[in-house]
Every structure is written in structure tokens, then in C-alpha cells.
């Protein structure tokens, strides 16, 4: 998936550094990037919509990388 050329460069940074172990949150994803939250939680979702990353009990909390 890092390859393909709709991917914006900051969901490729967020999806490069996302765990497929841990869970993190939003804020950590913020803490890790540099973005702000809203823009990483955004990402995120967008993230799990394609099925890319699971959202923990999709409340939008907390995600991890799905193992392929």
C-alpha cells in the first residue's frame, strides 16, 4: 500500500508508523507526526473506511495497522 498513488504523504506518514501490535490513539499519532490531532483522527478514519487500519470497537479511538 505505500506505494499506491492516491495516498496522500501524510496518511503514508501516518500509515508508515502505525503498529500492527498497539493500539494508539489519535494523540499519540500526533505526538509521533508532528500534525495535529483533528488532521490524524481524520486520516485515521479514513484509514479503516478502506480497510487499511482497525479501529478499536470503532469508536474512533484507538487503531492499529492491519496484518496483511
Not at 32 to 39: D, E, F, H, N, Q
Request: positive net charge; glycine residues 6%.
Amino acid at each position: 500500500m505505500e506505494n499506491h498513488v492516491d495516498m496522500t504523504p501524510q496518511a503514508k506518514k501516518i500509515y508508515n508508523r502505525l503498529s500492527c501490535v498497539r493500539w494508539t490513539s489519535p494523540v499519540d499519532m500526533q505526538l509521533i507526526t508532528g500534525m495535529t490531532a483533528a488532521c490524524c483522527q481524520l486520516i485515521l478514519t479514513q484509514l479503516a473506511m478502506a480497510g487499511l487500519v482497525e479501529d478499536a470497537m470503532g469508536e474512533g479511538r484507538y487503531f492499529k495497522r492491519c496484518r496483511r
